[in-house]
């Protein structure tokens, strides 16, 4: 099954700056997510971007998508403590149904 | 808001249980999902379901059953529990062809 892939999967920044996450997909995709998860929590949908869109702005988070690359990257601008989660990468490669990445943790230290 | 509940966050069983995991949401969304989060291996999809009393296979469906009765409520049965099924079992739901899932905060289930 198709599965996105995140890179890099650890990330260690200091508060205020910025934090960007890849990933990347093997086959065609109607549109890719990104979600957070607090550690031992559920995941929490943060933004989606449709294979026809380039890039997409939801408050400090801004993603991109390359569908000739068959890849995405995901910015979050100014991080805060309160950033530091898992940061999943899915794809929908029809009906709805989502293939996940291993995630990837970001620590943003006060 | 609205809301994904599983039924427990932590439970412990032993081998060979048969084991309920239950998952209601109040949003009135037709698709449900189960998802077991392994170290290392990611989110993988058990079953998911596209309306009441349809019930598709995942990735990994063996070992597991499933059953949705009512729109709201989609459980996962583990028929008979085995050690390799200590997991994070995580629930979802959607509307078809809509953003984003909304997840439940998870069970993490140990089998002993």
């Known amino acids: 099954s198709q599965q996105g892939e995140e890179d890099p999967q650890a990330l260690s920044i200091q508060e205020g700056e910025n934090a960007t996450m890849n990933c990347s997909y093997k086959?065609?995709?109607?549109?890719l997510q990104w979600y957070r998860q607090n550690s031992g929590r559920g995941l929490v949908h943060l933004i989606l971007?449709?294979?026809?869109?380039r890039e997409k702005h939801s408050g400090r988070l801004r993603v991109t998508l390359d569908t000739s690359k068959k890849s995405s990257s995901l910015l979050i601008t100014a991080s805060r403590a309160a950033d530091t989660a898992s940061y999943f990468c899915?794809?929908?490669?029809?009906?709805?149904?989502?293939?996940f990445g291993k995630g990837n943790q970001v620590v943003v230290i006060p | 808001d609205v809301k994904v509940t599983q039924s427990s966050r932590y439970l412990v069983k032993r081998t060979g249980e048969k084991v309920f995991l239950e998952c209601v949401q109040d949003?009135?969304?037709?698709?449900m999902f189960w998802y077991r989060q392994d170290p290392g291996l990611g989110l993988r999809l058990i079953y998911f379901?596209?309306?009441?009393?349809?019930?598709e296979k995942g990735d990994i469906p063996e070992g597991y059953s499933v059953s949705r009765e009512k729109k709201e409520r989609f459980s996962l049965i583990l028929e008979s529990a085995s050690t390799n099924q200590t997991s994070m079992y995580l629930c979802?739901?959607?509307?078809?062809?809509?953003?984003?899932?909304?997840f439940g905060s998870g069970t993490r289930l140990t089998v002993v």
């Open positions: 979802a739901s959607s509307l078809p062809g809509r953003a984003g899932y909304t």
């Open positions: 086959t065609s995709i109607n549109n």
């Open positions: 971007i449709r294979s026809n869109e």
């Open positions: 899915a794809t929908d490669y029809g009906n709805n149904r989502l293939a």
């Open positions: 949003m009135d969304h037709e698709n």
């Open positions: 379901s596209y309306d009441v009393k349809m019930k």
